[in-house]
């Protein structure tokens, strides 16, 4: 069975930082592109930052110049470093990851628990 988990979420005043977490674990034989996906009260679930298993980035044009998304792979995880916070980054985050389980013939993609960042003004 195949987890990802998230940490590192919280409060913060805007021009804050914080630094989020993603760990997959279990039967994994190899992980592809892994990222951070998020979802405002009322809002559709948007892509913030991907990564691919070779280091590609990509970043939503709102959170360019603020946020880098990097991964150790040997460890399965992926972070996102966020700086200079502003309240509409507020938002529940939630970590994705496209991989092969072990035995699995075909790409699966995996979503974390989610973990709240809430900026205040």
């Known amino acids: 069975q195949v987890q990802l988990v998230e940490s590192g979420g919280g409060l913060v005043q805007a021009g804050g930082s914080l630094r989020l977490s993603c760990a997959a674990s279990g039967s994994i034989f190899g992980i592809n592109d892994m990222g951070w996906h998020r979802q405002a009260p009322g809002k559709q679930r948007e892509l913030v930052a991907a990564?691919?298993?070779?280091?590609?980035?990509n970043y939503a044009d709102s959170v360019k110049g603020r946020f880098t998304i990097s991964r150790d792979n040997a460890k399965n995880t992926v972070y996102l470093q966020m700086n200079i916070l502003k309240p509409e980054d507020t938002a529940v985050y939630y970590c994705?990851?496209?991989?092969?389980?072990?035995?699995?013939?075909?790409?699966?993609?995996?979503w974390g628990q989610g973990t709240q960042v809430t900026v205040s003004s």
């Open positions: 994705n990851a496209r991989l092969y389980p072990l035995g699995a013939t075909q790409l699966l993609n995996y």
């Open positions: 990564i691919t298993a070779g280091g590609s980035t």
